[in-house]
């Protein structure tokens, strides 16, 4: 299958096709890739539409990063190590998905790339996999109700949500901005208990630009003692699929339970509100938030990832050839 026309797109109409995609999740609309170019000033949203000579299409969503005065160019189509590759309307084929595995392998310099485990074709991308991972899902279609919920959970879980629902927690979305500052304070916190183990840094910056895009698909919940917040969730929403992306809480507060009672809550709004995908994302080398996950009865699924750094051995040329003659400095 050719790729016959690779051109831009604009944010309307890429939204249109994330709408219209089964498998599509917030991390494939313009609303993330539009908060990580605001807090990069040498990165661009590079998304591109896609069509093939059979008359069916894609849009393959991309961030263009530029480094060394724009000499070396690196493409994501995973922000944050989350899911990328291509969404569509049409029904794409395995020589459709192959072709687009090769443009973005072969063409894209050094790419970091998550399959996106929604995706039914993307099992023909087996043989570009460098990483096997996961991520661990609840599909809400199998329970009736909250008591079906529960009861699906391990009984330490449940165990966690009753002390919450004992000592008078309660569960909020944020309300305005001091509300996001109040979570981003528990952050810091957290940050400073985690030391060097922090797998990652967002400044505050990328929470305003999340907070200022003003939609739907993004929800900040918070878990609260007495009106003081103790702890939340930052979830995203597209189609059927919810996902947990960032989460903090108040240490003192896990012994009330907080963040499983937290979690439970969230779980019963997607179920409520008609997703069909709770998705507590992929958690890295981390075992112990793995275990927490696997608590609520999870399903493990292959989130498996593509890792090419062709472009290394220039990017050490240039970092040295930067520092040989750095601007104002004689040598």
């Given amino acids: 299958m050719k790729i016959v026309d690779s051109q831009d797109v604009s944010v309307d109409e890429w939204q249109r096709v994330a709408d219209a995609c089964d498998y599509a999740t917030f991390f494939h609309t313009p609303h993330w890739y539009d908060a990580f170019r605001r807090i990069d000033p040498d990165a661009r949203v590079a998304t591109r539409a896609i069509r093939f000579e059979d008359g069916k299409s894609a849009v393959l969503p991309l961030l263009q990063h530029r480094r060394y005065g724009g000499l070396v160019r690196m493409y994501e189509t995973a922000p944050a190590g989350c899911y990328g590759g291509w969404i569509s309307g049409d029904d794409l084929g395995k020589e459709h998905v192959e072709a687009l595995g090769d443009l973005i392998t072969g063409r894209l310099g050094d790419v970091y790339w998550r399959i996106n485990p929604f995706d039914p074709a993307a099992k023909a991308l087996s043989a570009h996999r460098t990483t096997a991972d996961s991520t661990e899902v609840l599909f809400l279609g199998q329970f009736s109700d909250e008591e079906a919920l529960r009861a699906h959970y391990r009984h330490s879980v449940r165990k966690q949500i009753n002390k919450g629902t004992r000592f008078g927690l309660r569960v909020r979305p944020a309300r305005d901005w001091s509300d996001w500052e109040a979570y981003y304070a528990i952050y810091v916190k957290s940050l400073e208990r985690w030391g060097s183990a922090a797998s990652s840094y967002y400044p505050i910056e990328f929470f305003r630009g999340l907070f200022d895009s003003r939609t739907e698909a ?61 998705d507590f994302n992929p958690s890295g080398t981390n075992e112990g938030t793995r275990e927490f996950k696997r608590n609520f009865g999870t399903e493990c699924v292959p989130a498996d990832i593509i890792a090419r750094r062709r472009l290394s051995a220039a990017r050490s040329v240039l970092k040295r050839a930067a520092t040989l003659f750095r601007p104002g400095e004689a040598r």
């Fill in 218 to 278: 993004t929800r900040l919940w918070l878990v609260t003692s007495e009106e003081t917040i103790v702890g939340g969730n930052l979830n995203f929403y597209q189609g059927i699929h919810c996902v947990e992306w960032h989460a903090v809480f108040l240490t003192e507060y896990f012994r009330h339970g907080s963040r499983n009672f937290l979690v439970h809550n969230l779980i019963l709004d997607a179920k409520n509100r008609g997703f069909a995908v709770y």
